[in-house]
Every structure is written in C-alpha cells, then in structure tokens.
C-alpha cells in the first residue's frame, strides 16, 4: 500500500507563497503518477497538478497554471506543491493522491490520498 501525508498549509497574505510537502510510503511509489487536488465547503474536489509518472513532466490547472509548480523527490519519497501569488479563491483543504495505473486530472483514477492540509489565502 501507498501511505500519503500533507503538510506545509497554513495562512498568507495574497500574493504571498507557500510550498505544500506530501511524504509518501510503500515500495512502489517511484511507479505512481502522483498528484495534487483541492476542495472547498459546497464545492466538488477539483484537479490542482499531476505528474505524469514516467517523463517526471507535470500539468495544471488552468486556474493555477503559471504560479504553481509541482516537484517530485523520489529519494525522499516527497512530492511538493509550490505556490506562488497565491489568491484568496485558493483557499481550500488540499489533498496529496496517488495514482496506481498512470497520471490522471480525474479523482477517480486515484487509488490513495492523504488527509488533506489546509491552505488559507487572505485578501
């Protein structure tokens, strides 16, 4: 199994960064697409970033293109989430995920997430 834990949420001014970690276990993480996904009260969780797994390339939300950038540590088994100018609809719960069978912008192609890391953006 695949165990995923966030951390690195807090509160920042607009405008502000903040860099999200997702520490991982088990023995097949280096084969998981990994990615990063939000959701806010009322709302459905919504795609943030993924990697792509073989080619370590990673895509975005067009929403956050440009100002969020997503790394991979293989040798620490950490995944982060770099946010930059952040805004106040960024605020939102954050959740690390795995994805066993290849990357994916679908919540249903994820097979573990972890317990999510609140992101607090204020105005």
């Known amino acids: 199994q695949v165990q995923l834990a966030e951390s690195g949420g807090g509160l920042v001014q607009a405008g502000g960064s903040l860099r999200l970690s997702c520490a991982t276990s088990?023995?097949?993480?280096?084969?998981?697409?990994m990615g990063w996904f939000r959701q806010t009260p009322g709302k459905e969780r919504e795609f943030v970033a993924a990697d792509n797994w073989s080619d370590g390339s990673a895509y975005y939300a067009d929403s956050v293109q440009g100002r969020f950038t997503l790394s991979r540590d293989n040798a620490k088994n950490t995944l982060y989430l770099q946010m930059n100018s952040l805004k106040p609809e960024d605020t939102a719960v954050y959740y690390c995920a795995a994805a066993k069978y290849g990357s994916s912008r679908y919540i249903r192609d994820y097979n573990y997430w972890g317990q999510g890391t609140q992101v607090t953006v204020s105005s």
């Open positions: 088990g023995r097949a993480f280096r084969s998981y697409a």
